[in-house]
């Protein structure tokens, strides 16, 4: 059976891939979509919408949103009330609205996710490093991005290394009366963790957690290299929240 | 408060690798050794005996054993049965020995382990593709081993490839029209994923899981220097079979 | 002193990246632009022709040749009889016009340049390559590249090998009674030396040259995301031909 | 024909390394042994000496020294006086004992090498990397070593930098305004240059200069397992001696 599905805000960068990844998909099917700033009426035989009151009689499964952060929670709310199960994209909801949104979810016993980042190798890397941190504590973080980043370390490696903190046992890495020669070689310390951060043309958006043992080494390294990879993760979202009966915060709950 | 441990089969290349662990973690206490071919009776205050019989009385909480496949069924059973959970890495257990040993293992309400390889990072590497695997079908594997391996692909990149199809949606990777220009080119074909064993002198052990996705790859990487590796899972296993109340086969089982 | 360069072919992908890169580059001067296709006199205060005869006039040291296999031949003869160095990213010359122009821009005195490929990063690779096989023989290749490739090896990975055999003593990496245990594990044979080939979604195009020797190991990696990165060696090439007094075919022959 | 071999101080280490390395070579012909320690006066074969002046009469090509920095000096001056081409890798000569060194082996028209480092990928590591810095600017460097180690960035990165920085476009690599969320994420500064220096456990010597360009990226990467390395070195230098008619100073002299 093919799941029905309605994008919100199509017109955008994200709306055009989440449109494209979902007419590829042979057990997805577009039903309806929504974009204040659309003339059409209908696009490849799918009808499309300008205000989302008139979606509210359409037959759909799941409600995919990249709008904006203004229209994003009321267009949730709407997606629940309605019966489709949401997957939403775009940023800015406070807590107190992910709570009630949860809970209304739940009343509904519809399933639904409202993610910050749909890159599923980004969140398994996580979760992984988090899972090796237990049996070697030492370990090393090296990001990679283009020289257009302004800050360093990412904030991918600072979530990443905070995750590990909360399950390795605390120590310094290195010699305990190590040396820098220049001063910053050995990297920003984050509980005793190092984190190196390279910045160089070319190169977009990588990550290394490199882990160190007696007699062997484990490394862990996630390449993203445009934003396509996250249809990745809509995709696999669309499938998981039909089978579940409440929202939840964040891809790596429908792992 | 600290382990007391006894190590059978001291005097062998993994017998001394655990007798160096052991007595350098202020939270493990050796008690006892065991080697038929030693002529000591004693080693930095720790007795030394020649059979297993004198180590009865002995208050200890595990015994080690890296000892020969002819002895270590009677080894693990005799440690059972005097109350010392088994950590034991010697190889050559039929299933029905397992069993046994498992059901009187439980019978004594004591924790234990059996296990043909003590690398944790192997295990994890194994257990990280397995998961990522769910979500990112498309991955090859890439094994380099030094050049006086005799079979390629390796075992563990079989295990690994098998591990990963039990949950994999399986495909063939690469064009379905796609040519070797040079027969052999795309690696073994093990359910449509690709296995390339890479042989030079200087490599020692290592392993490559590739997973590519649209705009994304993930990688997973694990190098085995040598066989000190091994202690670290050794160390895992003695802290973790005290906890239990069963015997398993295999460390994954422990982590 | 600024170097003046007229762009032959400036609407086609390659014309239009030469465009960016020479108004971007404070030391290069753009002075005329060619293309049959343009309605346009003037581009950003360029004069903008549609006949290359009507350049014949023009100040310029260089003439950069982004057009087709068609006209090119014409048009490097017309640059060479007027003073322009060519840098030529045409495909298609005989080797008999080859041997023709150079010998004309010998006549001229001009420095010139035909080559097949401008990515400066794969040309090194190939170099150092070629440098490593002479002391290390032991050497295998990876080449990874998006699963839409059809053939396997790649172009540059046969090249790249070739280029290597002409320097290494011949020998067949492996163990000389090593076991297949899957066909194809041990990947493509090209005088010894293993080629293997890695296709997965997410990747563009990659290759790793790995040497092993006792107790060490070399690694070279070029990674190639897109084919802005011919512009690198454009721009190089606009600068080292107004140095010399002869046409050569290869970016090689510049670095 | 064969290339007939003195080693000196074959007692050591190193020494002995090169022993095992010279009589499984059939190019190469060991004709005597020299150590002050020895207590044989034969060796499978070859005569083994206590002083350097019972060689005075040997039929011999090459000198290999892996003696001390007290006698190395009058050893290597005691070579060249009776025709043997010294192959010397003991430390602590004086810029002076290597200039006279030098004018001796060139009255003599005998080859030499004395070299602090006989690894032949750290070297080619570094050329390769001066190489590709005319071309690519863009640069930083990741050396990774064991837990160990007191000094960071360790000896082999700062000297890759400066060879680099003598070619290399100066330039601070990073956006001009960035910022370190946490000090050190940056790295350490040479000349703009960013090192970055991990240490862990299980690693031994490893080095990557990372280039990065317009849509390509190019990787020079240098793992040194154990010092067996050395003897690929020491093999090459007593067959590049042989043809060679005055002493260098340095492996890369002889590359």
């Known amino acids: 059976m093919t799941i029905q599905v309605i994008i919100a805000g199509f017109k955008g960068k994200m709306g055009q891939a989440a449109y494209k990844m979902v007419v590829e998909d042979p057990n997805l099917e577009l039903v309806g979509l929504l974009d204040p700033f659309t003339e059409e009426t209908e696009l490849a035989g799918v009808p499309v919408f300008k205000h989302k009151e008139d979606l509210a009689q359409l037959s759909a499964d799941v409600w995919v949103d990249f709008t904006t952060p203004?229209?994003?929670y009321e267009n949730t709310r709407f997606a629940l009330e309605n019966g489709f199960a949401p997957v939403v994209g775009t940023t800015?909801?406070?807590s107190e609205e992910i709570t009630e949104l949860t809970a209304l979810s739940a009343e509904k016993g519809l399933g639904g996710l409202i993610a910050p980042n749909f890159a599923i190798g980004a969140i398994l890397l996580m979760q992984f490093a988090t899972q090796a941190a237990k049996y070697f504590p030492n370990v090393e973080i090296i990001e990679l991005h283009h020289d257009q980043k302004k800050d360093a370390p990412s904030g991918t490696a600072i979530k990443t290394a905070e995750l590990m903190s909360q399950v390795r046992t605390s120590q310094s890495q290195g010699l305990a009366d190590e040396e820098e020669l220049i001063e910053g070689a050995r990297g920003a310390d984050f509980d005793g963790m190092r984190i190196h951060s390279v910045r160089l043309p070319g190169l977009v958006a990588h990550?290394?957690?490199?882990f160190g043992s007696?007699?062997?080494g484990l490394?862990?390294?996630h390449d993203s290299y445009?934003?396509?990879?996250f249809m990745t993760g809509v995709n696999l979202a669309i499938k998981e929240v039909?089978?579940?009966d409440q929202l939840v915060?964040?891809?790596?709950h429908l792992l």
Chains 1, 2, 3, 4 share one sequence.
């Open 242 to 244: 039909v089978k579940r």
């Open 249 to 252: 915060y964040g891809l790596e």
């Open 207 to 210: 990550q290394e957690v490199i």
């Open 92 to 94: 800015g909801f406070t």
């Open 214 to 216: 007696q007699g062997e």
């Open 219 to 221: 490394t862990l390294r």
């Open 226 to 229: 445009d934003r396509t990879s």
């Open 70 to 72: 203004k229209v994003a």
